[in-house]
């Protein structure tokens, strides 16, 4: 066997041995880490990007996505706030829906949703001061043709439902 290949080999080998142990060490699930960071949340602030206007003719707006999120939210006890009532309550967390919707030729867009909660992290002993972290995220990708849009509402609607599943077997008293 040549020198080159010899050590393209080994090379690979190391690689597949390294991934395969990696794969074996567990520093805690997404499950685990987001049963932790669901627990109490009882009030967000939703807000929407990436819906444009251009989008409302094909059955997809940011205020029926905002809809969509906020009576499934509302039908599970978790109030709804503005962003500014959200900034004022320290235990309120926000959630961000987000469309990435590149279009392409012939009426084809790539499509991507993302669904985030994030809760506050207060900062020193100072209550008003805080950074956010994302606690809990999801999303959907695929190419949608412009009359397919409209079908965006419903994966929003499962994203919403995912959370809600969460969070109720976090906070099985509140639900």
């Not at 597949?16 to 967000?44: E, I, P």
């Not at 599970?76 to 829906?97: F, K, V």
């Not at 994030?118 to 809990?136: A, D």
């Not at 994966?155 to 969460?166: N, P």
Request: charge should be negative.
């Amino acid at each position: 066997m040549k020198p080159g290949l010899r050590w393209s080999c080994m090379t690979a080998l190391l690689a597949v041995a390294l991934q395969a142990n990696a794969q074996d060490l567990d520093f805690g699930s997404d499950r685990q880490t987001v049963h932790l960071a669901l627990k109490g949340v009882r009030s967000v602030a939703v807000s929407t990007r990436g819906f444009t206007p251009e989008f409302d003719r094909f059955g997809l707006s940011a205020a029926g996505v905002r809809e969509v999120v906020e009576s499934r939210l509302r039908a599970r006890g978790i109030g709804i706030l503005t962003e500014e009532q959200a900034l004022r309550d320290p235990s309120a967390a926000l959630m961000d829906l987000t469309l990435h919707a590149n279009e392409l030729d012939f009426g084809m867009y790539s499509c991507s949703t993302s669904l985030q909660l994030r809760q506050k992290i207060p900062l020193g002993t100072n209550s008003s001061s805080f950074i956010t972290e994302t606690v809990w995220s999801r999303g959907t990708s695929g190419w949608k043709t412009d009359m397919e849009l409209r079908f965006i509402n419903g994966e929003v609607a499962s994203l919403v439902d995912q959370f809600l599943l969460e969070h109720a077997a976090q906070n099985p008293a509140t639900n």
